[in-house]
C-alpha cells in the first residue's frame, strides 16, 4: 500500500498517475482538512472533495475543484437574495455539503462522514481526514485574521501576509486510521502540495511526525525555483520565515524525509535530490512522475 498525503491540487495530480499503476484499494490518501468551512448551514471539506470526486471520476480536472459539469443554478438565487456566498459551490457539489453536514450534525466524525461519502461514490481508495478535530488554516493580513478560504477565494490572495495561525490553538491528534495508514504502507509519500496550508498541518496532527520517522517517506516538491507551480505557496512561506524554494520545502520535511524530488528544471540545488518532471501538466506526465515515485519506493 502507498500512503498519500495530500491538499487539493498539486498531490491530486500526481494521485491521478499513481492510479494508473496501482489499484484504488492499494492507496490510502491523509488529506489536509485545514481549508474546511461551514457555508450556509454546509460543510465545505475542498480537500477532501476533490480527493473523492477525483477517485470518483467526477472531478473537474480544468480547476480542480467541484465536479465536472456542475451547474451553479442554487448559487446564483443564493446570490440574488443577498446571501454572502463568496465561494462559488455547485449544485451538485452542494449536495455533498449538505450531506456531510448532515452527517455531522448526527453526531459522525468526519472520518465516518467521508467513509460514507466515499462509499456513497463507489470509491474504494482510502480516503482519511487527518483529523476529526477542526483545526483551520487562518492569515494575519492588514484586514485581520482571514480563514484561509477569506483569504485565497474573497481576497484572491491580494493581501500581504504576516503570518499562518492554525485555530483553534493546539496540535489536534491525527486519527486512529490515518497513523495506521502510515505505519502500514510500502512507502508514503508527501504530495506537490502546498507545504504551509496543505501538507504543514497534516503534518502538525499529534502522532503524523513520529509514524513518518519511522516510514519510507519520499517527498515531491511544489517549487521550481522561487514559485510554486500555482496558488499563494511562495508569499506563505515567507510569511512563515522559510524560504519559497524547494530547498525551504526540504528543510521543513527533512527530519522524515527519506529521498526528496525536485523538477529538472528547478535551478535551486537540493543536495541529494532525485531529479525528475514534476510539472503534471498532463495524464501521461501524472504517470511518469508517479513510476518514479513508486520506483523509488520499490528500491528502498
Ligand atoms: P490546494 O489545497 O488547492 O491549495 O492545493 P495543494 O496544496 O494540493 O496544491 C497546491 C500546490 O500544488 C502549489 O504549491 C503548486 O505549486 C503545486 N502544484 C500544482 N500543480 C503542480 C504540478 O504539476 N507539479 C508540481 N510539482 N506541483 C504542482
Given at each position: 500500500m502507498i500512503t498519500v498525503l495530500s491538499g487539493g491540487t498539486g498531490t491530486p495530480k500526481l494521485l491521478r498517475g499513481l492510479r494508473r499503476r496501482l489499484s484504488d484499494p492499494e492507496l490510502a490518501v491523509i488529506v489536509n482538512t485545514g481549508e474546511d468551512c461551514w457555508l450556509q448551514g454546509n460543510h465545505l471539506s475542498p480537500d477532501i472533495d476533490t480527493v473523492l470526486y477525483l477517485f470518483a471520476g467526477l472531478?473537474?480536472?480544468?480547476?480542480?475543484?467541484?465536479?465536472?459539469?456542475?451547474?451553479f443554478v442554487t448559487h446564483e438565487l443564493a446570490h440574488d437574495l443577498g446571501?454572502?456566498?463568496f465561494i462559488a459551490v455547485g449544485d451538485r457539489d452542494r449536495a455533498v455539503h449538505i450531506h456531510r453536514a448532515e452527517l455531522l450534525r448526527e453526531g459522525r466524525t468526519l472520518t465516518e462522514a467521508t467513509a460514507a461519502l466515499a462509499a456513497a461514490l463507489g470509491v474504494e481508495a482510502q480516503i482519511l481526514p487527518m483529523t476529526d478535530a477542526p483545526y483551520m488554516s487562518h492569515v494575519r493580513t492588514p484586514e485581520g485574521l482571514l480563514h484561509f478560504q477569506e483569504y485565497w477565494v474573497r481576497h484572491r490572495a491580494q493581501l500581504p501576509i504576516t503570518g499562518v495561525v492554525r485555530l483553534p490553538p493546539g496540535r489536534p491528534a491525527a486519527t486512529g486510521a490515518a497513523l495506521a495508514a502510515i505505519r502500514e504502507a510500502d512507502g508514503v509519500v508527501l504530495g506537490p502540495?502546498?507545504?504551509?496550508?496543505s501538507i504543514g498541518p497534516i503534518l502538525e496532527c499529534r502522532g503524523v511526525a513520529e509514524a513518518l520517522e519511522e516510514a519510507f517517506v519520499v517527498a515531491v516538491s511544489p517549487f521550481i525555483g522561487d514559485q510554486p507551480?500555482?496558488?499563494p505557496a511562495g508569499a506563505l512561506m515567507v510569511a512563515q520565515g522559510?524560504?519559497?524554494?524547494s530547498l525551504g520545502v526540504s528543510r521543513l520535511y527533512a527530519?522524515?524525509?527519506d529521498v526528496f524530488v525536485q523538477d529538472v528544471r528547478d535551478p535551486v540545488e537540493v543536495p541529494g535530490a532525485v531529479r525528475a518532471d514534476?510539472?503534471?501538466?498532463d495524464e501521461a506526465r501524472s504517470e511518469a512522475l508517479a513510476d518514479v515515485v513508486l520506483e523509488l519506493v520499490r528500491s528502498r
Open positions: 472531478l473537474n480536472t480544468e480547476t480542480w475543484w467541484g465536479i465536472r459539469g456542475d451547474t446571501v454572502d456566498a502540495s502546498n507545504p504551509v496550508t507551480i500555482s496558488g522559510l524560504e519559497p524554494t527530519e522524515f524525509c514534476t510539472l503534471m501538466v
